[in-house]
């Protein structure tokens, strides 16, 4: 973890950071497990932590954050100029709290659906190979 994300983490108030490192952990492993994937780059964006697929290339970025002015939630940004949101909410229209197109939002009070949350991880980091798939 380089040190500006380093920093970000440490800032969380300790609940949040255990929820936020649940998170990038989900990430991660998603990642490690998704096929043409590879090694995620770990920087910050807008000053969130952001996850990139530099090397590959194959999918779209994703931030994860927690806002002190809506300190009951973290949230899982993507890209709103793709079809990311539309796609998640498409798959699991009831499971998510969608923020318009551009984030899925976790009450700090619930657990994180992993299951469903690893599908749209994949899907993000996959963004670019599967759109190239399906225009053929």
Known sequence: MNSLV?????SY??????RMFALRELIFDVAKNTDGVGELEETLKWGEPAYLTSKTKSGSTI???????????????????TSLAAEFKSLFPTKFIYEDNRA?????????????????????????????????
Request: hydrophobic fraction near 35%; glycine fraction near 2%.
């Open 104 to 136: 899925i939002v976790f009450p700090i009070n619930k657990p994180l659906p992993k299951k469903e949350l690893r599908i749209c991880i994949a899907i993000a980091l996959r963004y670019h190979i599967d759109k190239k798939m399906k225009r053929g």
């Open 13 to 18: 108030p300790e609940n949040i950071r255990e």
């Open 6 to 10: 380093k920093q970000k983490f440490q």
């Open 63 to 81: 931030r994860i954050d927690w806002k002190p002015k809506k300190s009951d939630q973290l949230a899982l940004y993507v890209n709103c100029k």
